[in-house]
């Protein structure tokens, strides 16, 4: 086997300006019947095939290939310490609906310099994991995709269907999501990317779902996200962050160019203590298009209560931008101290608690 694709690493160089290798599944025990286990011959073709064939840090040079037809993965794969190499999925891969299935189906970990790319696609089957939209009864239900310790890493082009809970987890530095689709239920803990560490990019991706759509978690230091568009979802959030004593340090986030598709209804958040916040208290719609107020997405029903502490001597403690086609209703506040803040500044937004809100 080795020899052979050791020939056909020659045959195909020759179109290439670098040895090409293509670690193909069914030579591992994959088949394409959407029944066989999908896991076990990743991880054989990644052990027999991929890592011995690695030897530049081109990681288009060695795949580790789904070809095209309908695959069934049945358990978790783990590639660790992977380095300098190309998960690239042209087929249908399908998650069976398993109440024992749990953790991550694709984890790379301690990883360098991996593409995870299409062109094909990952269908989750999430909606049966949690029927009738209940969250509780398979609470361990699996994840998709997890970065885990990984830099200079690049997933694009490989499209994810309702995973059972999050979609895209990345941890570490520089690594880059673009150009690709999450398409899930509109249902909690469906997050889109959850991205945290240093210097991480997402660009030109779309997310449907009922969760984070692009998220930072921290600590992040450095990152940029644009071109996003979030279908329902709950928008481009920072955090969660956790229980009252764990650390949070996130600096230096850019978020460009973001649509926003939907609604956001019935959103409380209780108890902040904040120390010079840039924006305290902020709700901002985006809009599309040239500075047309297009009135895509419907903010409403949204309470902040007992937020104290400081904000920034130049900035409003309360700054609601909102669509006049449609406004921000039923904005309330209770409990709000803030100081070292400008007026609060309002545009198209009704309720009540703060100075210079009217009341709907
Ligand atoms: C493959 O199997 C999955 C899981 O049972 C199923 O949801 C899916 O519809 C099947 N795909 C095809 C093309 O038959
Ligand atoms: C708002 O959300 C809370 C928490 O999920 C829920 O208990 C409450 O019933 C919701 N209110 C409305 C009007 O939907």
């Given amino acids: 086997m080795l020899a052979a694709l050791s020939l056909l690493a020659v045959a195909l160089s020759i179109g290439r300006a670098a040895a090409f290798i293509e670690c193909n599944v069914l030579d591992y025990g994959a088949v394409a019947d959407n029944s066989t286990d999908l896991g076990p011959a990743l991880t ?3 052990t027999e095939c991929v890592i011995p064939q690695v030897t530049t840090t ?3 040079n060695v795949l580790l290939f789904v070809p095209s037809g309908n695959f069934l993965l049945k358990s978790n794969v783990v590639f660790d ?6 998960l690239h999925i042209t087929g249908n891969i399908y998650l069976p609906f398993d109440a024992s299935l749990t953790g991550t189906m694709l984890t790379f970990e301690n990883c360098e310099n991996i593409l995870l790319n299409g062109p094909g696609a990952i269908f989750g089957n999430g909606y049966r994991y949690r029927p009738g939209g209940d969250l509780t009864l398979n609470p361990n239900r699996p994840r998709l995709i997890r970065f885990q310790n990984c830099n200079n890493c690049e997933i694009t082009q490989v499209t994810l269907f309702d995973a059972p809970m999050f979609h895209v987890t990345i941890i570490g530095n520089n690594n880059v999501a673009h150009d690709m689709a999450i398409i899930a239920s509109h249902i909690g803990e469906t997050d889109g990317f959850d991205m945290s560490g240093n210097n991480n990019y997402v660009h030109d991706v779309s997310v449907e779902n009922g969760d984070e759509c692009v998220t930072v978690k921290t600590p992040t230091n450095g990152f940029v996200a644009e071109r996003i568009t979030c279908k329902f979802t709950a928008g481009c959030n920072i955090g969660s962050f956790g229980d009252a004593d764990t650390t949070v340090d996130v600096q230096n986030v850019v978020y460009n160019d973001i649509t926003q598709v939907g609604i956001v209804k019935n959103i409380t958040y209780n108890g ?3 120390s010079a916040a840039a924006y305290p208290l902020y709700i901002s719609v985006f809009w599309a298009g040239n500075g047309v107020d297009t009135g895509k997405l419907q903010i409403s029903d949204v309470t902040f209560n007992t937020i104290v502490g400081t904000g920034t001597p130049t900035r409003p403690a309360v700054l ?3 669509n006049k086609a449609t406004p921000c209703q039923n904005i309330n506040f209770n409990g709000i101290s803030l100081t070292d803040t400008l007026a609060n500044q309002i545009t198209n937004a009704c309720g009540k608690g703060v100075s210079g809100l009217p009341a709907c």
């Fill in 44 to 46: 054989k073709a990644w």
């Fill in 58 to 60: 081109v990681a288009d």
């Fill in 81 to 86: 310490d992977a380095a300098n190499w190309n």
């Fill in 272 to 274: 902040f203590t904040m």
């Fill in 320 to 322: 609601l931008d909102c």
